[in-house]
């Protein structure tokens, strides 16, 4: 089956390390997102890419680091300048511009 | 700040009513919105889309419209079921694949 897979499902992680989320689609899709998903509230865009070794920062970058080195991979890395890292991570990808997202069924990082 | 916005935060109804669940976007450039529903613990799943050109956009029990003179958009649910319970989300696209979401209205269906 087509898809999008993020792993791991939950992930737990010290303050100061880095952590990076793993997403993979097998659907040939251009684009893919990340997105930060707190608690009773909206998706918030972290990066997207329209194509292969391009992307672009959305509203909450800082402290975030993206790679689009293959088609079908997108992985976001946490890095430790990001102050509040803990949040649900969920990863989409669409075919063309007006197309709906297709999305993962995330990925829950704990830092303590 | 939130360019698409819900004007509730809930919204409760009865086992068989209709759902009528309202969004607010301001980005007058978007040309294609998405209606979303999310499970808990789970990932967004696709309900219904329309685009700039169109006003109303009719699927299996749910309906879209869209008023591009005062930025609205709204999902209509006919014959609300338990299993509709989620969070629903209104995304707007914008240029250059930039998709955007709301903040989310979480629908409760009680028997």
């Known amino acids: 089956d087509g898809g999008i897979t993020q792993s791991p499902k939950y992930l737990f992680r010290k303050e100061g390390q880095n952590v990076t989320l793993s997403c993979e689609q097998n659907?040939?899709?251009?684009?893919m997102y990340w997105y930060r998903q707190d608690p009773g509230q909206g998706l918030r865009l972290i990066y997207y890419s329209q194509i292969v070794n391009d992307f672009q920062k959305g509203d909450i970058a800082e402290g975030y680091s993206v790679s689009r080195e293959k088609k079908e991979s997108f992985p976001l890395t946490v890095t430790s300048a990001q102050k509040n890292p803990t949040a649900f991570y969920l990863c989409?990808?669409?075919?063309?511009?007006?197309?709906?997202?297709?999305f993962g069924n995330g990925t829950r990082l704990t830092v303590t | 700040g939130e360019s698409v916005g819900l004007h509730l935060p809930t919204l409760s109804v009865q086992e068989g009513d209709n759902s009528i669940i309202n969004c607010a976007y301001s980005n007058s450039a978007s040309d294609y919105f998405i209606w979303y529903k999310q499970e808990s613990g789970k990932g967004p799943q696709f309900i219904i889309d329309i685009r700039s050109n169109m006003d109303k956009r009719q699927g299996q029990r749910v309906t879209v419209l869209l008023n591009k003179t005062v930025k609205h958009l709204s999902l209509q649910i006919a014959a609300t079921q338990p299993g509709d319970s989620a969070v629903y989300f209104c995304?707007?696209?914008?240029?250059?694949?930039?998709?955007?979401f709301g903040a989310g209205t979480r629908l409760t269906v009680k028997p």
């Open positions: 995304a707007e696209n914008r240029n250059n694949n930039d998709m955007r």
């Open positions: 659907l040939n899709h251009d684009a």
């Open positions: 989409a990808s669409s075919a063309t511009r007006q197309a709906h997202l297709h």
